[in-house]
């Protein structure tokens, strides 16, 4: 790295030697660069080792990041895990409390019934697109949220393609810096 202008030797938060002087930077001073763009321009430089090193040193900001998440972001995480279709993605999402009414009016009280409802679902509905939209927001505070939203899905359903939608309300709550669904009742759309 003798020929690089801007070496980074530890990262407590980040000490970088640039031009003969090191120069401290928190990780707010270096996050609103974005680790792409940082390394991007790392690499411009033939600085590979430095440029992989800032993809490590953006793990504990995007960690903090994380947990300032808002009900929002929740949601849009909460759409992306149901549509991979995959519960292991899904599990973090929902409180161990929590209870889940389909559209076919069963209910599913407690994490373990959930898993159990959704993996079934997950398995009958092949190559599935799900989609939430019309979010509307009826509280959202520090600790605690509610909306209701439209839903939609398509896939293949015994060999046949299938599709579905409704609406739905959700209730949010903070747990541990991080937001989980603790209800969710979904129904049909109302008939026009």
């Not at 309300?169 to 937001?179: M, S, T």
């Amino acid at each position: 790295l003798s020929h690089c202008p801007l070496w980074i030797f530890e990262f407590k938060p980040y000490v970088v030697a640039a031009g003969g002087r090191n120069v401290e930077l928190s990780p707010h001073d270096v996050y609103p660069m974005g680790p792409q763009r940082m390394c991007r321009l790392l690499l411009r430089m033939n600085c590979l080792v430095a440029a992989t090193l800032v993809v490590l040193a953006y793990e504990p900001v995007i960690a903090e990041e994380k947990a300032r998440m808002s009900p929002r972001d929740f949601v849009e995480q909460y759409e992306a895990a149901l549509a991979t279709q995959d519960w292991t993605v899904v599990a973090p999402l929902i409180s161990e409390e929590a209870r889940v009414v389909f559209s076919d009016g069963s209910l599913h009280g407690g994490k373990d019934a959930i898993r159990t409802a959704y993996q079934r679902n997950f398995a009958a509905i092949k190559n599935e697109d799900y989609g939430i939209e019309n979010v509307h927001w009826l509280i959202e505070t520090s600790d605690s949220a509610a909306y209701m939203f439209d839903f939609y899905w398509s896939g293949i359903v015994h060999g046949s393609e299938a599709s579905g939608s409704g609406r739905g309300i959700a209730v949010l709550a903070r747990k541990d810096d991080r937001w989980v669904l603790v209800a969710e009742q979904l129904g049909p759309r109302p008939k026009p």
